[in-house]
Antibody
């Protein structure tokens, strides 16, 4: 059974750095084609894709947040970490991590099978 | 403003059929696979459709997906009150080299 669980602070002050951890089980991030992605959802808003790290340590980021995000993995611990610098109240959201069960990139584009499953999400509030 | 465009809301009566559209461009839907997600109130999204029209195990065949050109469609037949949820499409955008989601569609089963 594949499971993911997000952890991190529930409250962060503006300008601080937010660090979120996704602990997963039931699959290995060293398996070809496997990857983990972060997605967030502000209150009452749509899903917003943030970042992805694949089995080969390649990383991809939202163009609008690229300068503030870093995604990394610890394969031995089955964890993926997302850091977001200089947070602002607009970053208040529920943050989800999700597995992508098949992911490949060519010189032209990337194939993403789907985000499945998702963690339960962690609600993060940015406020002073 | 989402890269993929979905209608904000759709509604239909129990037992009826509904379709939800997802419109994009050649840099995303036109040249990549589409997936669909159901988000019930207060819960994490769940994968309904991947690779445009494939259902993961456990997803009933009342849910279907299709793609034509730069648009994709989610179909739900035999609507039940338990289908009331927000539905999202997603794909990869080649120009952005990033994942993208639609703005979401709220389904009301009257």
């Amino acid at each position: 059974q594949v499971t993911l669980r997000e952890s991190g602070p529930a409250l962060v002050k503006p300008t601080q750095t937010l660090t979120l951890t996704c602990a997963f089980s039931g699959f290995s991030l060293s398996t070809s084609g496997m990857c983990v992605s972060w997605i967030r959802q502000a209150p009452g808003k749509a899903l917003e894709w943030l970042a992805l790290i694949d089995w080969d340590d390649d990383t991809y980021y939202s163009t609008s947040l690229k300068t503030r995000l870093t995604i990394s993995k610890d394969t031995s611990k089955n964890q993926v970490v997302l850091t977001m610098t200089n947070v602002d109240p607009v970053d208040t959201a529920t943050y989800y991590c999700a597995r992508i069960f098949k992911f490949f990139c060519s010189s032209d584009s990337c194939y993403v099978a789907g985000f499945d499953p998702w963690g339960q999400g962690i609600r993060v509030t940015v406020s002073s | 403003q989402s890269v993929l465009t979905q209608p904000p809301s759709v509604s239909a009566a129990p037992g009826q059929k509904v379709t939800i559209s997802c419109s994009g461009s050649s840099s995303n839907i036109g040249n990549n696979y589409v997936s669909w997600y159901q988000q019930l109130p207060g819960t994490a999204p769940k994968l309904l459709i991947y690779d445009n029209n494939h259902r993961p195990s456990g997803i009933p065949d009342r849910f279907s997906g299709s793609k034509s050109g730069t648009s994709a469609t989610l179909g739900i037949t035999g609507l039940q009150t338990g289908d009331e949820a927000d539905y999202y499409c997603a794909t990869w955008d080649t120009s952005l080299s990033a994942g993208v989601f639609g703005g979401g569609t709220k389904l009301t089963v009257l």
